[in-house]
């Protein structure tokens, strides 16, 4: 056993090392501004939503490795000598694997040498992705079983893939040993780990990321890492926002699934064709980015106070202005005009959240609407056939939970 491994659970009699078992989630995300521009080195904020993903891994004695992804709908298995014979520890830095040398590598050794790249294929070179990461620094790689469940919807623009990234990475970086037990106590059974092993985890899971998006910020894998209210802008390090005031959202889903992948290259064709126009669209986003930050942290520190009608007005006026510009990309879609009608017969502004194209809206909710209201707003986004939340924001990021998650039990 390498030094750094987590508790491992007593293993058959006849074992010749402990194997562990241990779950592992981490948190999709809210962007509240900034989506897209973030991509062009300008700021965005966002939020930790506390809808999750969670990664079961048990190490077995079978050399091999077996993957449940449920919401995929895959199950496969794949030998861990084929992984080990190719891969020999090589490396002892921790800096995140380069995804050019390892990409054809990862497609060769996962069996998919198919040029149709689908879902589910994405998410096995992740995993290969990261298991050449790890055997390139150890050859301490368990056989393991995986099962990923999760209660975020997967396409609509919460962070699915961050947090998916996210949570594997952690799992493939702990039973390889190559990240100790988290040292850093969070609430209800669950811990952390320390900044230096969560910049790894984080810088790990941006690289994985972007196999998914092809070019991705790195903005959602953050948020998933490290959790809260966040400044966040390419090349720099996240600033943690300490709210002074209390954020309750509206969260739509429109059900509309799209990949973030397509919606990030129409707003690059966008960019491209009106480079002036769009130049300044961006700017702007900027500016609305810091304007939020600065009356997110306004006033006095302590306990987050009730927001002020004021400064839901001027939040819900930044909301409006960011729509704006993201529909003049083309990253709207006819069903997110609708759920902005329903919120605006209540005077709210709702604005769509991630790579649009469908997936969800959000709105700042004002502090005169009753109970009453609410319930009201809901039923109807529900005739329309939306998925309606109102999430709390800037929960923990990545967690080792100390008992198996409920996600799990049935
Ligand atoms: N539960 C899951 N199991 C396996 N793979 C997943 C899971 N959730 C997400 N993924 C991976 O992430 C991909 C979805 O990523 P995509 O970026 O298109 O959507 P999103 O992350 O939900 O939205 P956004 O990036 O706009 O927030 C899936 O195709 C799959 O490869
Ligand atoms: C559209 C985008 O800005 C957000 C996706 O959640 C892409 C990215 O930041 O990688």
């Known amino acids: 056993m390498p030094p750094n491994r987590l508790d491992a659970v007593p293993s058959a009699p006849d074992s010749p090392v402990a194997l562990q078992s241990f779950y592992i989630s981490a948190p999709g995300k809210i962007i509240l501004f900034g989506e897209h521009a973030v991509l062009y080195q300008k700021t965005a904020i966002a939020g930790a939503l506390d809808l999750r993903i969670y990664i079961s891994l048990e190490e077995i004695q079978e050399r091999k490795i077996y993957l449940d992804l449920p919401e995929l709908g895959l199950v496969n298995e794949w030998s861990l000598k084929k992984l080990l014979a190719d891969v020999q520890p090589h490396l002892d830095d921790m800096d995140a694997p380069a995804l050019d040398e390892t990409i054809q590598l990862a497609r060769k050794l996962s069996g998919d040498d198919n040029d149709d790249i689908a879902a589910v294929d994405l998410a ?12 390139s620094r150890t050859s301490n790689i368990p056989g393991m079983r995986i099962k990923v469940r999760c209660e975020l919807p997967i396409r609509v623009g919460l962070g699915s893939s961050g947090a998916f990234c996210t949570g594997l990475t952690t799992a493939i970086l702990c039973t390889s040993g190559l990240i100790p037990q988290p040292s850093v106590s969070v609430s209800d059974g669950r811990s952390t780990w ?98 939020a930050a600065a009356k997110l942290t306004q006033g006095a520190s302590g ?108």
């Open 124 to 135: 096995i070179h992740v995993l290969w992705y990261l298991l050449i990461g790890a055997a």
């Open 194 to 291: 320390s900044e230096k092993h969560l910049n790894i985890i984080r810088e790990w899971a941006s690289v994985a990321e972007s196999i998914i998006h092809g070019r991705a910020s790195g903005l959602d894998v953050a948020m998933s890492t490290y959790g809260g209210i966040a400044k966040y802008k390419l090349q720099k390090h996240i600033e943690n926002l300490k709210c002074t005031q209390n954020l309750s959202v509206i969260l739509v889903n429109s059900k509309i699934e799209r990949s973030t992948f397509k919606m990030v290259k129409i707003v690059q064709e966008f960019c491209e064709k009106n480079t002036f126009a769009a130049g300044h669209m961006l700017d702007t986003i900027d500016s609305l980015s810091l304007e």
């Open 303 to 410: 306990d987050a106070k009730s927001i002020s009608p004021d400064s839901i007005n001027f939040l819900d006026s930044l909301c409006q202005i960011n729509d704006a510009c993201l529909n003049s990309f083309g990253v709207g879609h006819s069903k997110l005009d609708a759920i902005r009608s329903v919120l605006a017969r209540r005077g709210l502004h709702g604005k769509l959240t991630g790579a649009g194209g469908g997936g969800c809206v959000f709105a700042f909710l004002k502090p005169d609407l009753s109970t009453e209201d609410i319930t009201l707003l809901k039923s109807e986004l529900n005739a329309i056939d939306c998925e309606v939340w109102l999430p709390s924001l800037g929960g923990p990021g990545v967690v080792l939970h100390d008992t198996a998650p409920g996600v799990f039990l049935n």
